[in-house]
């Protein structure tokens, strides 16, 4: 059995994963250097149970956050960061979501065949938008370790 198919290791590696990464952005970033991240740990949610009577569990709101402003220069920089380091994990789906970027919101997804997912999600400073970056964690139904 994989490691991740367990759920408090999966929980488990994708927090590790999204703060690493976003130790990278601060080393890489200058304005993010030195930042305090706004950490949310998520909550569990528990789905219907299966024909054996067990439960699986999803993790959703893992979340780091910090409000600043950030240029496009720092998107690009942002964008090769995630795309070379996600490539390298569990979620080597990588996508650039641009339907929103003519208004300063830029969004990158990485997804892991069985729908765990990590998005960054960054709005530049306009009229329409509080300037921010945030990483935000979607850990998919697992079992957890006692139910195996």
């Given at each position: 059995m994989d490691n991740l198919d367990i759920f408090e290791n999966a929980c488990k590696y994708f927090l590790e994963k999204m703060t690493e990464f976003k130790e990278i952005l601060s080393s890489k970033v200058d304005s993010l250097n030195n930042k305090d991240?706004?950490?949310?740990?998520?909550?569990?949610?528990t789905c219907k149970?299966?024909?054996?009577?067990?439960?699986?569990?999803?993790?959703?709101?893992?979340n780091y956050g910090l409000k600043i402003e950030l240029s496009v220069d720092d998107v690009d920089i942002i964008w090769n960061e995630f795309s070379s380091f996600f490539t390298k994990t569990y979620v080597e789906n990588i996508e650039r979501i641009s339907n929103n970027e003519e208004i300063a919101r830029y969004e990158f997804l990485a997804r892991s065949s069985i729908g765990d997912e990590i998005r960054c999600t960054i709005y530049l400073a306009n009229e329409w938008n509080i300037p921010q970056i945030g990483l935000l964690g979607f850990v998919a139904p697992r079992y957890k370790k006692n139910d195996y």
């Open positions: 991240w706004i950490l949310s740990k998520g909550s569990t949610k149970a299966d024909e054996t009577g067990k439960k699986k569990r999803c993790k959703v709101g893992l």
